[in-house]
């Protein structure tokens, strides 16, 4: 269950976030902790408010974190899925909100790693050893849409990055949209969770192989214009 507590990217993000978490004479943290998760094992969201600056943002960071545990903000993993309890009329009104808010985007973090773990095998099947689970905050590829959770499947040596994708809205709207992505150098797409794993692999695959031959035809002309460029000068 959620679980009140203090808490002791872009560069000025994460700057004030490093504020925040020395100075919590203006700012309050509060942590879920999930945990049963099939491919990330367990992971702790943190709802971070400051009064000063009135923001409240959602971070989702691996693992536990306990009671009076501190985390720097490069192991934090910003989720624009931030709470909204502006509508409630007192405090009673917003513990309700917060449960069913909370609530949602636990479910929702939920959902998304059960997919992404039955995305695993049809990837094996493909790249067999070469599979690895990867919860770095940060991935060496850009996505379409803000990641969910710090968790991604990984092909490195066919550059590939799969990962639960989510929409930026308040939880006051529910459940965020979700989907899982696919990036590999410059071509993403982000499919829909209910969609079939194998089929969206191998339309990716297609889809970046159209790519790679589109950019091979660009460079073969932009080097024929070059060498007749050049003869003019002869």
């Known amino acids: 269950m959620p679980e009140g507590k203090p808490s002791p990217q872009d560069d000025a993000a994460e700057?004030?976030?490093?504020?925040?978490?020395l100075d919590d004479s203006s700012s309050v943290a509060v942590s879920l902790k999930v945990h049963g998760l099939p491919l990330s094992e367990a992971v702790t969201v943190i709802f971070h408010g400051r009064r000063d600056l009135g923001t409240?943002?959602?971070?989702?960071?691996?693992?536990?974190?306990?009671?009076?545990?501190?985390?720097?903000?490069?192991e934090l993993l910003?989720?624009?899925?931030?709470?909204?309890?502006?509508?409630?009329?007192?405090?009673?009104?917003?513990?309700?909100l917060y449960l069913e808010q909370a609530s949602a985007l636990r479910d929702a973090l939920?959902?998304?790693d059960i997919v992404l773990d039955v995305w695993r095998e049809p990837l094996r099947e493909l790249f067999?050893?070469?599979?690895k689970v990867d919860h770095s905050v940060e991935l060496s590829v850009r996505f379409p849409a803000p990641r969910?959770?710090?968790t991604a499947l990984v092909a490195p040596e066919w550059?590939?990055?799969?990962?639960?994708?989510c929409g930026a809205r308040t939880l006051a709207e529910g459940k965020p949209p979700m989907g899982i992505a696919c990036a590999q150098q410059d071509v993403t797409r982000v499919y829909p969770l209910a969609d079939d794993p194998a089929r969206c692999v191998e339309?990716?695959?297609s889809l970046a192989a159209d790519r790679a031959r589109e950019l091979g035809e660009r460079l073969d002309h932009q080097e024929a214009s070059v060498e007749r460029f050049l003869e003019l000068s002869e």
């Open 15 to 21: 700057e004030l976030l490093r504020r925040a978490l």
């Open 148 to 150: 969910l959770m710090p």
């Open 56 to 74: 409240l943002q959602t971070y989702v960071t691996p693992g536990i974190l306990g009671a009076g545990a501190t985390v720097s903000a490069s």
């Open 110 to 112: 939920v959902c998304a």
């Open 78 to 96: 910003r989720v624009p899925c931030d709470l909204d309890l502006a509508d409630a009329d007192d405090r009673g009104e917003a513990e309700r």
């Open 159 to 165: 550059q590939l990055v799969v990962a639960p994708v």
């Open 128 to 131: 067999g050893g070469d599979l």
């Open 203 to 205: 339309d990716f695959l």
